[in-house]
């Protein structure tokens, strides 16, 4: 697939409210049901966009300690997105999340955006991880496979303030993943909402 960062460049305008804090994970054949249970988590009702869930998240009571997520099919790929949260690129989450399947997940924060990450997973095993602030320290099995790859879909132009992180991240998930985000896909899925400790 033929993807760049600029591809991306709706997330923030078109999201706002996700995009300054989020995690978005692409778990290839994993129900949605399924994929709540790997997170160690509860179903919740079901919202229809992200708008909506962004909505539960945030509204969630101070200390009730739990966070608030939302996971949708689309393809061959559960995709879960969580508003200021962060389960899906927790590797003590993931890496067993991932058993028997494809794990590929982005998280950033606008507050640090250094301390964004990208992680994929296969099967429990790390292929690629890396901090948005330091693409060149990149890890995992694959990671010397695809150094060259991070940078042509738009990483190698982050640092200058051309192109931010998190989009040249979705075109790197989109890569992996074969799937390209669209707004539509956040705006009017049906998400099986659920929460987990961590809040």
Known sequence: MQTSARD??????????????HCLTFVRDVPPRELVRRLGGRVEPGVTGVHALVDAAYDRPSGAGRTVFGTTVLGEWTLLVEPNGWHGSDEALALPGSAS?????????????????????????VQLRFRFGDVSRCSGARADDLLG????????????GDVPAGPAALALAAHLTGLRLTPAHLRDSVFVRGSAAGG
Not at 149 to 160: H, M, P, Q
């Open 101 to 125: 399947t494809r794990w590929v997940s982005v998280y950033d924060n606008h507050d640090s955006n250094a301390d964004g990450t990208f992680l994929w997973a296969e099967d429990t095993d």
């Open 8 to 21: 991306f460049l709706w997330f923030d305008d078109e999201f706002p409210d996700l995009a300054r804090a």
């Open 149 to 160: 790859v991070v940078r042509d879909l738009g990483f190698e132009i982050a640092g200058e």
